[in-house]
């Protein structure tokens, strides 16, 4: 089993584009091994873990309702859903 983790939202440091940090200002990871391009990407990476962890529990959720039978007749269903998985997959990549 294995031990929770630092609960979200994180986010990149403002002051310290290396670092990714929780709603607190604790840093929950730091990439400053890495040239500053890309520590500034890893740690945008980092800080949408806990975004992208919530949407695959959402889309895992949702594809168990399918499953059952119970949700998906209506295309709109997927509206809401998919809108949330696009934005964390554009808040990874560092877009609006």
Same mark, same amino acid.
């Given at each position: 089993?294995?031990?929770?983790?630092?609960?979200?939202?994180?986010?990149? =440091?403002?002051?310290?584009?290396?670092?990714?940090? =929780?709603?607190?200002?604790?840093?929950?990871?730091?990439?400053?091994?890495?040239? /500053?391009?890309? $520590?500034? *990407?890893?740690?945008?990476?980092? *800080? *949408? #873990?806990?975004?992208? &962890?919530? #949407?695959?529990?959402? #889309? %895992? /959720? &949702?594809? $168990?309702? &399918?499953?059952?039978?119970?949700?998906?007749? /209506?295309?709109?269903?997927? /509206? %809401?859903?998919? =809108?949330?998985?696009? $934005? %964390?997959? %554009?808040? $990874?990549?560092?877009?609006?």
């Amino acid at each position: 089993m294995s031990a929770a983790h630092t609960p979200g939202p994180w986010r990149v =440091n403002e002051s310290e584009p290396r670092a990714a940090i =929780n709603s607190e200002g604790r840093c929950v990871a730091w990439c400053g091994m890495y040239p /500053d391009t890309e $520590a500034h *990407a890893n740690a945008r990476l980092i *800080a *949408a #873990a806990p975004t992208m &962890l919530a #949407a695959l529990r959402e #889309a %895992a /959720d &949702l594809r $168990a309702a &399918l499953c059952r039978g119970s949700e998906g007749g /209506d295309p709109t269903t997927w /509206d %809401a859903p998919l =809108n949330r998985w696009l $934005a %964390a997959i %554009a808040r $990874a990549e560092g877009r609006p």
